[in-house]
Nanobody
Framework: EVQLQAYGGGLVQPGGFLRLSCVAS????????ISWFREAPGKEREAVSCISSSGSSIYYVDSEKGRFTISRDNAKNTVYLQMNSLKAEDTAVYYC????????????????WGQGTLVTVSS
């Protein structure tokens, strides 16, 4: 079983930035595709970004392209989501999830979920 610990959320003003981190347990981190999902109040959970085991990144939401950057540090078992120019619509609980194999957009494809970290963008 993989345990995931996400942190880095908080309250930020529009236009501000945050960096989310997610630390995974175990020795197989390098083999995982790792995604960030988010769930905003009253909205369906959506895929935000994914980074493959080889380091290729995918951004699923058009509005985040150019603002969000996903990266990973296999030596630290950690994946990051750098979020710049934050908007009110980015407000959500952000979850990191892992799976073996390739990145997938469907949340049901991921077996292991972290507890989530709340991002609130508000003035």
């Amino acid at each position: 079983e993989v345990q995931l610990q996400a942190y880095g959320g908080g309250l930020v003003q529009p236009g501000g930035f945050l960096r989310l981190s997610c630390v995974a347990s175990g020795n197989a981190f390098g083999a995982y595709a790792i995604s960030w999902f988010r769930e905003a109040p009253g909205k369906e959970r959506e895929a935000v970004s994914c980074i493959s085991s080889s380091g290729s990144s995918i951004y699923y939401v058009d509005s985040e392209k150019g603002r969000f950057t996903i990266s990973r540090d296999n030596a630290k078992n950690t994946v990051y989501l750098q979020m710049n120019s934050l908007k009110a619509e980015d407000t959500a609980v952000y979850y990191c999830v892992v799976r073996t194999g390739v990145c997938m957009r469907d949340a049901g494809e991921y077996m292991y979920w972290g507890q989530g970290t709340l991002v609130t963008v508000s003035s």
